[in-house]
């Protein structure tokens, strides 16, 4: 595997954990949810930097189902991403505390939580749609050159069953009101296991992947069929 392809995975890895890890804001503490979050703005920094190839070839080729989609998902997580970031950045207390206060600080906490939680969904989308991408960097770790049916319907099966289980995460961590900011505080439970928690979280992820993943690869079967009639 080329040392770029590693550190762009490496990258990718940091981001997915850095963002599970600030989802859990009442878990770790305001000043470790500050750092980790400001490590996060360079991880984003440097995985648009890694892949800056994705802005030359924006207009560049025909745009299909499945580009448009992931072209839209990308554009919504990069709003989600500065929304978060600039918003991070106003209610600092520690990490960005030295900078001159510029107020706005109820409009900062709404940018904050739809930033959060619709960014939390956005990127597992993202994930979900290069999902064929990562599962063959992973067969190709693994030295698994042949796919496998069997594998197919085990994988389907466990990623359906993460999926309804993400389903309940997502009605009993109250994910719509936050969504769609019914409310300007976000509810939590201080005393919640950790692993709970994690748990939860990865299921709402697994959710997200499963639904983009296979609603893409009914895309690509469906635009096959339809050429093969043509």
């Known amino acids: 595997m080329k040392l770029k392809v590693v550190i762009k995975l490496s990258?990718?890895?940091?981001?997915?954990?850095?963002?599970?890890?600030?989802?859990?804001?009442?878990l770790w503490g305001e000043a470790l949810h500050e750092w980790v979050g400001a490590g996060m703005l360079?991880?984003?920094?440097?995985h648009h930097i890694l892949n800056g190839y994705w802005y030359k070839s924006l207009f560049k080729g025909?745009?299909?189902?499945?580009r448009i989609l992931?072209?839209?998902?990308?554009?919504?997580?990069?709003?989600s991403m500065l929304a978060q970031?600039?918003?991070?950045?106003?209610m600092s207390r520690y990490v960005f505390d030295f900078l001159p206060s510029i107020g706005g600080i109820s409009l900062a906490r709404r940018l904050h939580i739809l930033g959060a939680y619709w960014g939390y969904i956005l990127i597992s989308l993202h994930l979900g749609?290069?999902?064929?991408?990562?599962?063959?960097m992973f067969r190709k770790a693994a030295g698994l050159k042949n796919k496998s049916k069997i594998r197919s319907i085990v994988a389907f099966i466990a990623g359906l069953m993460i999926a309804g289980y993400g389903v309940r995460a997502f009605i009993n961590r109250d994910f719509s009101t936050y969504l769609l900011l019914k409310s300007e505080f976000v509810f939590l439970d201080y005393s919640e296991?950790?692993?709970?928690?994690?748990?939860?979280y990865l299921a709402l992820m697994g959710l997200c992947v499963f639904i983009a993943h296979y609603c893409t690869k009914m895309i690509r079967k469906l635009r096959k069929k339809s050429e093969e009639q043509q």
Request: glycine share 6%; proline share 0%; with cysteine.
């Open 85 to 90: 970031m600039y918003s991070g950045i106003v």
């Open 129 to 136: 749609l290069h999902w064929n991408m990562i599962l063959g």
């Open 11 to 26: 990258v990718d890895i940091f981001m997915t954990l850095a963002l599970l890890f600030l989802m859990g804001y009442h």
């Open 70 to 79: 992931t072209l839209c998902i990308d554009i919504l997580v990069l709003v």
């Open 42 to 46: 360079f991880l984003f920094i440097a």
């Open 193 to 200: 296991s950790k692993i709970l928690f994690t748990i939860d």
């Open 62 to 66: 025909k745009y299909n189902t499945i």
